[in-house]
């Protein structure tokens, strides 16, 4: 296959969206038009499937960017409605391509569809955005994502390490983290891609001299949270610790880290996502610099029509460029919405157990596990704390703590919880999902 690059943009697919071969260098105007562009055709393909269009009726007044609020905000239950096999109201078609699934830890489980089209524009953005990072692009790249189960991460990463003409190593996260740190030293590995959970641990339990060949830890999935962070830097202090891309299985890549850009702060994909920060009651858009909740529009022509998607993430658009000169906005992510439980029948916040626990000397979420776990009809309760809080957190502390805060409150100390612990332990004991995640509320049943 011959492919032509055009100097500032080249074509996403055979079909119709267009993405700038690097977003950085382009000014604000010209990554304007090129969204509108693609907005449009986005806005056309939609148009012309009947059972997109019989969706979304306000698709007939909406023309250009500015006109997306006219249409309805897409909660995850429409979607997961609206989702094959049980409908096609998404569907843009053609056939062939990937079915994928969320994780469905907020709710529930979303079957997605992804042309090979689409997957191909997923591939150039995660290419695109890795360049845009690292000068030294990986070269050997051990990918360690949670594969098959319709996840698409693995096959993203593969996607983009062939995109940059590395040298791949297919692992999952199903090999022992030994094994993995094995196969660094056999070959020379320079690029772990991971879990931030997975990723910490191969690192972090592994002789250093073992792992001499590794420039850089990237992680995806989650945010890695400041306390594994540390540990890495502990651990192997030159080892560069970036976010791969801001990407979910529903939109693909939404934001890429430059040089400058650690932590939660992503730049915008501005060509190829319309990212819409509102208030989570009354869906209204707040200033740039205000946390709110986020809604994303990716651009795109095939596989699904996804229009203002309520992606469950909370975030403010920062007011001052980035000092690399991009005029793509940067996005700092705050941690999920609403991230919250429900034990028997009271909803618990990420917010609540954090303020309940900062008197304890807890500063970072990353840092504290709930676990509910139970034997019906009754449950216990366990806090896991890292070991860089300060010792000396006791039931009785975090039972006092949690009186100011009523759903917490009622959760412990409610007729169905059997006992209250609290326990120090290394971060690699916190329970994870089976794709490597890790839950700040873990319910075992
Ligand atoms: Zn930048």
Known sequence: MVTT??????????AGVRLASDLDVLGAEEVEALRAANFARTVAAARAVEAVSARYPELAEVRTPADLPRMPILTPAALAAGSPPRSTEFLLGPDGGMVLRSSGTAGEAKTMFHSWEFKHQVDTL???GLRALLPDPPRRLANCMYPGNLNGAFMFVLGLAERLGALAFPLGSIARP?????????HQVDTIVASPAYGTEVLTCTPADQLRSLRHFLYLGEAIGQERERLVAEALPDVTVRSVAYSTNETGPIG???ARQSGATHHIHEDAVIVEVVDQETG??????EVGELLITPLKDTGMALFRYRIGDRARIETAPCACGSAARLLTLMG????SATIDVWTISADQLLAALRPLGVSDISQCQLQILWDFPRYAVRLLLAPSVPAGATPEAFLEQARAHF????????RRSASVTVEYVDLGAFAQNERGKVPVFYQRF
């Open 256 to 258: 890429y880290q430059c």
């Open 336 to 339: 999920r919405a609403g991230q």
């Open 126 to 128: 995660g290419m695109r």
């Open 178 to 186: 030994e094994e993995t740190a094995a196969v660094i030293a056999a």
């Open 407 to 414: 759903q917490l409150n009622a959760v412990l100390t409610g």
């Open 284 to 289: 209204r858009p707040v200033p740039d610099g």
């Open 5 to 14: 690059v055009v100097p500032e943009a080249v074509p996403a697919a055979s």
